[in-house]
């Protein structure tokens, strides 16, 4: 039920076609990559499940193949996974900030390898690819700082000789589902904060070949430092792995990154045991464009916001509402601007756009077009398969269809680009708020009465509101997340911190009476 379906895996393939044997893809060894490679760690490597492989979206050959976990090794690495908390959560929070901060140093040092992988088996250009891993380093270096500052108040009490103060304990085991489409960021966001708060990690993967290589990363870290390996343990596995880390009671927390419709799932599977999750679901994002607007700055971003990592960003920009007086000149200079997309081998280092993950994929992309044409929708730009090995397709911009045409309201994990046609400001930021998502939007005015009211009460009610930037590309310093069907998780920065850990509030009597509070006497 919980298996993300669809991904660029398939059962094993013969070792003589795999990339991983081919010349041009030797730098994959650096990474520990092989053949064949151990799809659980729980202080030790294994894997004695079904053999999958995992395949390059941009030309659909085979990268390299990896032994899945069984039922009987996830309770294994579960168990370890437990009693290795039992020795990380004594260690003082800064100490955990240190071996964080080691963390951050090695995957520093295999940055740009480890980014090409994820480019070759994602499909996202390179750039990204590293960024994605920088992403990583900024956490854990934003987490080390972390490790010295969290922490409950004091609190003043009612009560004469009375202290109230609040603590803030590790919830245990954290279970990270990730998502195909940053299978490094999102992992660290979610493994380096629960860290430095006491917390064990136990990664279910999607992502193959990336996840393992960079838990190998983590693990020789945790090696050095004489730690059991089991505190930041993986199993690659199918439905069974999935529905059963939701369905533990030892998984204190489940972590789910994906979609909406599947993170439902995860939700009730854990609320049934009234366990903790966080989720960070889909995203329906808007850019809307007023007549004041700087086009100089609404071109670049809607193009980067809508093009980038080929749509496949919970952050993409789906929607473009722009004025009805500047609609025609920003949909000609935007069209002009997708034309000029340098589109390749995600690995070229002048790529800008590269394939879509899965061919299922392909298939949701045609499907959504055909059904926008149906809705009254004009393809101005793109809306064709590429004729080339992969899976690519040309960046679409759609005209002409309302503002609730069931296409509009459908998140599509593709790169088309829905723009509608709006008069005022109130009719602008209902149209945003109408989606069931609420993740990321953004405005893009001069004014700043606009600006405040944008940011207020009656604004977005997205988790993510930009001014004058685009949807996507937020920084690790706030906490990422949204609203409604988003999830309502938050990750990374701010105090996301708190998700990850339990409170207690405490109260502490050093007198030798005992006063009741509220002033009750109970005599």
Known sequence: VLYT???GYQQSAAMSTLLINQPKYAWLKELGLSEDNDGVYNGNWGGKGEVITSYCPANNEPIAR??????????????????????????????????????????????????????????????????????????????????????????????????????????????????????????????AIALICGNVCLCWIVLICVRACSNRIVAEVLEQN?????????????????????????????????????????????????????????????IIVFEDADLNLVVPSAVFASVGTAGQRCTTTRRLMLHGSIHDVVVERVAKAYKQVRIGDPWDRNTMYGPLHTKQAVDQYLAAIEQ?????????????????PGNYVEPTIITGLAHDAPIVHTETFVPILYVLKFQTEEEAFAWNNEV????????????????????????????IVNVNIPTSGAEIGGAFGGEKHTGGGRESGSDSWKQYMRRSTCTINYSKDLPLAQGIKFE
């Open 372 to 388: 926008a044409k149906q809705q009254g929708g004009t393809v101005v730009c793109g809306g064709k398969v590429m004729d080339r």
């Open 436 to 463: 069931k998502q609420g993740l990321s939007s953004s405005i893009f005015t001069k004014d700043m009465g606009r600006v405040f009211r944008w940011l207020g009460p009656k604004g977005s009610d997205c988790g």
């Open 5 to 7: 379906t669809g991904l």
């Open 66 to 191: 990896v032994r899945q976990a069984t039922m009987a090794e996830y309770e294994e690495t579960v168990q370890k996974s437990r009693d290795a908390w039992k020795v990380w959560a004594d260690i003082p929070a800064p100490k955990r900030g240190e071996i964080v901060r080691q963390i951050g140093d090695a995957l520093r040092k295999k940055i740009k390898v480890l980014g090409s992988l994820v480019s070759l088996e994602m499909g996202k250009i390179y750039v990204e690819g590293v960024g994605e891993v920088q992403e990583y380093v900024d956490v854990c270096d934003y987490a080390v700082g972390l490790s010295r500052m969290i922490g409950g108040p004091v609190l003043p009490s009612e009560r004469p000789g009375h202290a109230l103060i609040e603590m803030w304990n590790p919830v245990g085991l954290v279970g990270i589902i990730t998502a195909f489409n940053f299978p490094v960021a999102v992992y660290g966001w979610n493994n």
């Open 226 to 286: 004489n730690l059991p390996g089991a505190i930041c343990s993986m199993t690659c596995g199918g439905a069974d792995i999935g529905t059963a880390m939701s369905k533990d009671e030892r998984v204190d927390l489940v972590s789910f990154t994906g979609s909406t419709h599947v993170g439902k799932m995860v939700a009730m599977l854990v609320q049934e045991r009234f366990g903790r999750n966080l989720l960070e679901l889909g995203g329906n994002n808007a």
